[in-house]
């Protein structure tokens, strides 16, 4: 027999019934959309890193300000995630072409939206760049096998691996 476990119930329950997200899950999803530490993340939120970490473990709830900051963040969020299915990852950190990173961006005062929504092509082109040289990766054998080594037969290996074994 097979045991499924899921948690597409329970997100299903959330989305039919609007459940508004903690701020503890929109800090999540802000991380891991933005591929950010905690550091970012309270750069990013404009307060110390010890009020992230109480956000985080739900002992504290952010003031008004704070949390209109956070929801515009996390609005943001779902705008990257709707652009793509990627985080964002280190190209948070690399400057694009008007001289200033992701992480600077989200990190303004005031929160310029316009200028971060304009990053995400950008940054989605980073993404693409990166990922079309991680697919033209070659595995051990492909290699050895481009520079004219012969594969050895399993049985092969085996036999020498146990030939080389001491007990």
């Keep these: 027999s097979v045991v499924r476990c899921s948690t597409a119930p329970a997100q299903s329950a959330r989305t039919s019934q609007a459940i508004p997200l903690s701020t503890r ?15 970012e993340l309270s750069r990013s ?8 970490y109480s956000w985080l473990a739900e002992s504290a709830e952010p003031h008004t300000r704070n949390l ?27 400057p694009l072409s008007n001289g200033r990173s992701l992480l600077d961006l989200i990190s303004g005062e005031p929160l310029d939206q316009e200028a971060i ?8 082109a980073l993404l693409a760049i990166r990922g079309s040289g991680a697919r033209n990766r070659q595995s051990v054998a ?26």
């Design 117 to 124: 929504l304009a990053s995400f092509p950008e940054i989605r």
């Design 45 to 52: 939120l404009r307060v110390e890193r010890p009020t992230a």
């Design 68 to 94: 209109e900051r956070l929801n515009r963040l996390y609005g943001l969020g779902g705008s990257w995630r709707r652009a793509s299915p990627t985080p964002v990852g280190s190209a948070n950190k690399i």
């Design 142 to 167: 492909e290699a050895g096998r481009r520079l004219g080594l012969k594969d050895v037969p399993r049985d092969d290996q085996q036999r020498s691996l146990d030939d080389e074994t001491v007990f």
């Design 25 to 39: 899950e929109k800090l999540m999803t802000l991380r891991r959309y933005f591929s950010l530490n905690v550091t």
